[in-house]
C-alpha cells in the first residue's frame, strides 16, 4: 500500500493544474493516468482537423505569469497538436511528470471508515491510501459509439474520433464515411475531404455552427494580450460564460431589425462561440432565439450551393443553443465540392455495415473507411467507469442511479474526502473550462488549508446540501431554451440514461460567489469533521444550509 496524501485521477488539464496546487502547498500527491501520456481528451482526440473552440489565449492556465508571457499561440483557436504540446511544456517547466504513473487505471476506489482515508485500486494491483481523493476524469473522455448491427462485418478500417490512432491515417484515393455531425464531424469534414476520393457525411440531425473567424496570431496581437493578460483574465472571470463576453444587456425582441442584423453580422464574423450571447435572452427566450435562427439559417443557406442539399443542412428543430453549437471553418462550403455527398438518416437510416461500407434503407453505401464521430458519454461517463464506494457501502453508481446529485458539482454526500473538478452539477461545459476547472481546485485548496489549520480530517456534502442544489441545478436550467430539445446536457445522448439536466446553467461569475460565500460562512452545506473515522460523526459537529439554499 502507497500512501499519499492526495491522489488525483486524469493528467489532463485538470489533473496537472490540481498536480502543481496540491504539490506546491507541500502534499505527497500521486497522479493516475490511464493513458500513455499527458493531455486527456487532448491526448486522445487527434483527429483531423481537432481544434479548441475557446480562443487559445484563455484556454490557458492563470496560475503563472511567468507562463503566460513565455507561451506562444500561433493562431486564434489552437489545434490539437499545438495545444498537446502546451500540455507537455506546463508539465516539464513545472516538473510534474515526476508525481504521475502513466498506463494506470483506476479500477476502484472505497472509503476506509475507520481510517479517513480512500483506498484506490490500480489496473496493475498497485494500491493506494489517500486522505483526499481527487476525481480530474473530464467530461468528454468517455466515448459512445451507435449500435448498428454487423460492424464486425466491415473490411475496411474503423476510427472513432475520440479515440483516435497515434498513427498516421491516409486518406488518399479512399471513400470515408463519416458518421456525426457534432464539433468533431464539422471539424473533420473540412479537413478530410480534399484528400479522399469520395467523402459520405451521414447526418442525424443537422447542426447550428459559427464561424471560427481562426486566423493567425500576430506580434501585435500577442503583444497586446500579454501587456494586459490580467485584465483579461478578470473580464473572463465576471463573465457568464468564462469566455470574457458580456452579453448585450438588450433584448433581441427590443432593437430595429436594423440594429439587430449588425449585431448579429458582427457576431458572426468574429465571436464564434460567443455569437449566443449577442443578447442576453437568446437562451432564454423563443422568440428571442428565433430572431437568431432566422440569421444563422440564411447565413448557413448562403453557403451550399445545391438547394435540396441546403434544405438538408439547415438546422430547424430546436433552438439555437439548445444543444452545444459547433464552431467551424468551412464546414458547409465542403458539401459544394463534388467529391461530397451527405447521406440524411431521418430520410434513409441506417440498417447495418456490411463487408463492404453501410447499408441504409436505400441502398448500400460502398466505403473504405467509417469515422464514427458520435460523442461521449457526457459528464459521468468517466465518473461512473471505476467502482467508488463511499460510507456504508454504498457506490457511487448506485447513488446516481436517478442522475448526478452533488454539492456545488464538487462533492457528494455519503463520500467523504471526494473532490470532482467540473463535475455535474458546476457550470463545466457551459463555461470555459479552463476557468472553472481553476476557480474549483484553488476553492479545494483553500478548504484543505483550514482543514490543516485547524486540524480537521474530512470534509463532507451534506444531504441537506446537495438535495437543495440539484433542485437548483433543474431549477435554473428550466429558466432557459435547454429543456427543449434533447441533447447530452439532460442525458439524451446515452439510451437509459436519467434525464436530467447536468451543468449548472447560472453562470460562472454566480457560481463562484456561490463557493465564496460557502467558503465565508464556514463552508455550509458540508459537514467538517475534527476528528477521523467512525468517530467523527458523533462529534456534534455545526451544519449550515448552503447560500441560496435557505
Known amino acids: 500500500m502507497i500512501d499519499v496524501d492526495v491522489l488525483l485521477v486524469g493528467a489532463g488539464f485538470a489533473g496537472l493544474r490540481a498536480l502543481y496546487t496540491m504539490r506546491s502547498r507541500g502534499m505527497r500527491v500521486t497522479v493516475l493516468e490511464a493513458s500513455a501520456d499527458l ?94 481523493l481527487m476525481l480530474c476524469v473530464g467530461q468528454l473522455s468517455t466515448t459512445k459509439r451507435p449500435d448498428i448491427p454487423g460492424q464486425n462485418q466491415f473490411k475496411g478500417e474503423i476510427y472513432h474520433s475520440g479515440e483516435w490512432p497515434l498513427h498516421e491515417v491516409s486518406f488518399a484515393g479512399k471513400r ?64 457568464p460564460s468564462g469566455l470574457g463576453f458580456i452579453p448585450n444587456k438588450k433584448s433581441a425582441l427590443e432593437v430595429t431589425p436594423e440594429e439587430r442584423e449588425q449585431v448579429y453580422e458582427a457576431g458572426w464574423n468574429r465571436l464564434g462561440f460567443g455569437f449566443a450571447l449577442s ?17 444563422i439559417r440564411r447565413k448557413i443557406g448562403k453557403l451550399v450551393a445545391d438547394p435540396t442539399l441546403r434544405a438538408k443542412l439547415l438546422p430547424a428543430d430546436f433552438p439555437f443553443g439548445a444543444r452545444r453549437p459547433s464552431v467551424d471553418s468551412g464546414y458547409f462550403q465542403t458539401f459544394n465540392r463534388s467529391n461530397v455527398s451527405l447521406v440524411d438518416l431521418r430520410e434513409t437510416p441506417i440498417e447495418h ?17 467509417i469515422i464514427f464521430a458520435t460523442g461521449f458519454d457526457a459528464f459521468t461517463g468517466s ?106 446536457y439532460n442525458g439524451a445522448e446515452i439510451a437509459g440514461k436519467p434525464r436530467v439536466f ?17 467558503a465565508a460562512e464556514g463552508y455550509s452545506g458540508f459537514e467538517l469533521r475534527p476528528a477521523s473515522g467512525r468517530l467523527a460523526r458523533n462529534t456534534g459537529i455545526q451544519t449550515m444550509t448552503p447560500p441560496g439554499q435557505g
Open 383 to 488: 465518473l461512473l467507469k471505476p467502482q467508488i464506494t463511499g460510507r456504508n457501502g454504498m457506490t457511487l453508481k448506485a447513488k446516481w442511479e436517478n442522475g448526478p446529485v452533488t454539492q456545488y458539482g464538487v462533492a457528494v454526500s455519503g463520500f467523504p474526502n471526494m473532490f470532482i473538478v467540473v463535475g455535474p452539477g458546476s457550470p463545466s461545459l457551459l463555461s470555459n473550462v479552463m476557468v472553472s476547472t481553476e476557480e474549483q481546485i484553488d476553492w479545494l485548496a483553500a478548504l484543505l488549508d483550514k482543514m490543516d489549520k485547524e486540524s480537521l480530517v474530512e470534509f463532507e456534502a451534506t444531504e441537506a446540501g446537495e438535495s437543495a442544489w440539484t433542485e437548483e441545478v433543474q431549477a435554473r436550467a428550466k429558466e432557459t431554451l435547454y429543456w427543449t430539445t434533447p441533447s447530452f
Open 39 to 132: 493531455g486527456g481528451v487532448w491526448y486522445h482526440n487527434g483527429y483531423p482537423g481537432a481544434r479548441c473552440d475557446v480562443e487559445s489565449y484563455d484556454y490557458s492556465y492563470r496560475f503563472s505569469s511567468e507562463l503566460e508571457q513565455e507561451w506562444r499561440w500561433s493562431e486564434r483557436y489552437a489545434q490539437q497538436p499545438e495545444i498537446l504540446s502546451y500540455i507537455r511544456h506546463v508539465a516539464e517547466r513545472f516538473d510534474l511528470r515526476k508525481d504521475i504513473e502513466f498506463n494506470t487505471r483506476m479500477i476502484g476506489a472505497h472509503f476506509d471508515e475507520d481510517t479517513s482515508r480512500w483506498v484506490v485500486e490500480g489496473g496493475d494491483g498497485r494500491r493506494w491510501a489517500a486522505r483526499i
Open 279 to 295: 443578447y442576453y435572452d437568446i437562451l432564454l427566450s423563443k422568440p428571442a432565439n428565433d430572431t437568431a435562427v432566422d440569421f
Open 502 to 518: 447536468m451543468p449548472y446553467s447560472g453562470g460562472v461569475r454566480g457560481y463562484r460567489r456561490l463557493l465564496q460565500q460557502c
Open 176 to 239: 470515408v464515411g463519416i458518421i456525426g455531425t457534432g464539433s468533431s464531424g464539422m471539424q473533420m469534414t473540412p479537413v478530410i475531404a480534399p484528400q479522399c476520393a469520395h467523402l459520405s457525411v451521414f447526418q442525424r440531425t443537422p447542426n447550428y455552427s459559427i464561424p471560427a473567424a481562426n486566423a493567425p496570431v500576430s506580434e501585435e496581437e500577442d503583444r497586446a494580450v500579454k501587456a494586459n493578460y490580467r485584465s483579461r483574465r478578470e473580464q473572463a472571470a465576471n463573465s
Open 353 to 369: 455495415f456490411t463487408e463492404r461500407g453501410i447499408r441504409t434503407s436505400a441502398g448500400e453505401h460502398a466505403l473504405d473507411m
